[in-house]
């Protein structure tokens, strides 16, 4: 108990004087994890209205594909991200081996059936009148997948965030093609992990909490925006 | 607040984002993309855990003005980075597994750098009672009563392949030993944490005494075998032969063996340690010949 105790007012000293080491580490994190992120929601956005707009053979398994890849571990995706990255591999030549960007990928990889399954899921959520409606006004077939959009903002919203969360908590992709390199692919969750293996707990503690915070205030901005407007 | 702000906030998120990574593109020690000169060196855990490379990478970087990513990983991981071409040169600890590394044409030399002992380390109390002896008889004695604890490594590494070695002169079929019971516990982690482990175990493992030194402050396990001939550890650094792996910094890696074999640097591993542990952490040795004991 006095470890732990010790541990923590450590992580917070560490967290309130802006040690360099953790900022940085954070920084990266914070970084690596919004570019995912975004570079996510430019694939999964248009993907995800032309799925659920478009009827096609095979809608539904496509769909039951994507929902089944949610759980794909994340050192799967790590391993075939360094197959496919590493310099006997078919994308060697780009030197992406141990680098954000290999992180980057990897991370897209991952985050993409998650927010494509459930911006799919956004828009079929939204009531069916809504667009039939529109249709009867006369709205085009992009006033119609915009409108949907518009009402199923929150949910979409939501599937967003929810990839920023995998991106940022996830650690077996980041060890494998990023490799933990001090001032270059270090993030929070591989700075913690080396670190309790080295014993030191205070550096894993203060990043812990830092996780949890950037966690908590995510989701503090994403209730105060739907309390205020539902 | 209406849809559209909703979705304008979206937008300036993603693009607020995608600049935010480009920006870190530009800005040195977050670069997405690699810069031209970078050296890629992976090295086995007992290097990294002891602080030697967090201790000797700055001095390099400065010195030659490149980018170094030291890379931790088991020695069987770090050959393979390096056959892969994923790292220019690697510093490990396993002679039979480098000289066929050498001999398949994978690296240009192997030229050794320092040296240190490996030591069985155990609960201060010695529950299977083999302080002091042999190595070779110590472990005769943990395979034969199969209920003391011991912590394998069990990934391949230097280490891992120095115990096997021990395993086979006390006589044992190294598989047999592996499935023979509870008391045989394979980590699967670099040496630090299998420490951390065995200390939570009261198990015995063997260590280099480089990463124990290390660690001792947070351990309460003591040397219980320090002497034999067979615990010698040899560290070597191994370039990637450009000719054979494509795209390696070769003259990096070059710079790198020529900076570790230094009288200057020698002398800097020769003294790391002193000043925290005690006592140093490694005997330099490169030039000499190979030390047999």
């Keep these: ?230 | 607040m209406s849809p559209k702000a909703v979705f304008c906030l979206l937008g300036v998120l993603i693009i607020v984002s995608l600049l935010l990574s480009l920006f870190a593109c530009t800005v040195q020690g977050a670069d997405i993309l690699p810069p031209k000169q970078r050296l890629r060196v992976a090295t086995t855990t007992s290097l990294y855990d002891t602080g030697l490379w967090g201790y000797l990478e700055p001095i390099f970087e400065k010195k030659y003005g490149v980018e170094m990513d030291v890379l931790y990983a088991a020695t069987g991981i770090a050959l393979e980075y390096g056959k892969r071409g994923d790292v220019d040169v690697i510093t490990v600890h396993d002679k039979a597994r480098e000289l066929q590394f050498i001999s398949e044409g994978y690296g240009t030399e192997r030229v050794i750098f320092a040296y240190n002992y490996f030591v069985v380390v155990g609960p201060s109390h010695d529950p299977a009672g083999i302080k002091g002896m042999k190595p070779e008889d110590a472990f005769r004695k943990l395979g034969e009563s199969g209920s003391v604890a011991f912590i394998s490594r069990g990934d391949e590494s230097g280490t891992h392949a120095k115990e096997k070695a021990i395993w086979k002169s006390a006589g044992f079929d190294y598989e047999k030993i592996r499935k023979s019971g509870q008391w045989y516990i394979e980590a699967g982690r670099g040496m630090g944490p299998t420490l951390l482990m065995a200390k939570e175990k009261m198990a015995y493992t063997l260590s280099d005494i480089g990463t124990f030194l290390a660690y001792k402050g947070k351990l309460d396990l003591v040397p219980i075998v320090d002497k034999g001939s067979i615990l010698l550890n040899v560290y070597s650094v191994l370039p990637v032969n450009p000719d054979k792996v494509k795209n390696i910094n070769a003259a990096m890696a070059r710079k790198l063996v020529q900076f570790l074999a230094s009288a200057e640097i020698q002398k800097l591993i020769g003294d790391y340690g002193i000043k925290s542990y005690g006592m140093p952490l490694f005997t330099p040795c490169a030039g000499a010949s190979e030390p047999t004991s």
């Design chain 1, 1 to 230: 108990m006095a470890e732990l105790w010790q541990g923590l007012m450590k992580a917070i000293e560490l967290i309130v004087t802006l040690d360099p080491e953790v900022l940085e580490i954070t920084v990266r994190s914070l970084v690596i994890s919004a570019a995912s992120c975004a570079i996510t929601a430019l694939i999964c956005l248009p993907l995800g209205s032309l799925i659920h707009f478009n009827r096609f053979r095979g809608k539904r398994s496509l769909i039951n594909v994507i929902q089944t890849l949610y759980s794909v571990p994340t050192v799967a995706v790590g391993l075939f991200v360094f197959l496919l990255i590493s310099r006997a591999g078919p994308l060697g030549g780009l030197g992406l081996m141990f680098t954000p960007a290999a992180m980057v990928l990897g991370q897209v990889l991952l985050l993409v059936p998650v927010v494509l399954g459930l911006v799919i899921s956004a828009l079929s959520g939204v009531d069916k009148a809504v667009p039939e409606t529109a249709v009867a006004l006369g709205a085009s077939k992009i006033q119609v997948t915009a409108l949907t959009m518009m009402e199923a903002r929150f949910a979409i919203l939501t599937a967003i965030i929810m990839g920023f969360g995998r991106a940022i908590s996830e650690l077996g992709l980041s060890l494998m093609v990023g490799g933990n390199i001090r001032g270059f692919t270090r993030t929070i969750t591989t700075a913690i992990s080396l670190e309790t293996s080295k014993g030191d707990i205070e550096l894993s503690l203060a990043l812990g909490i830092i996780l949890i915070c950037v966690a908590m205030v995510i989701n503090f901005l994403l209730n105060r925006l739907q309390n205020r407007y539902y």
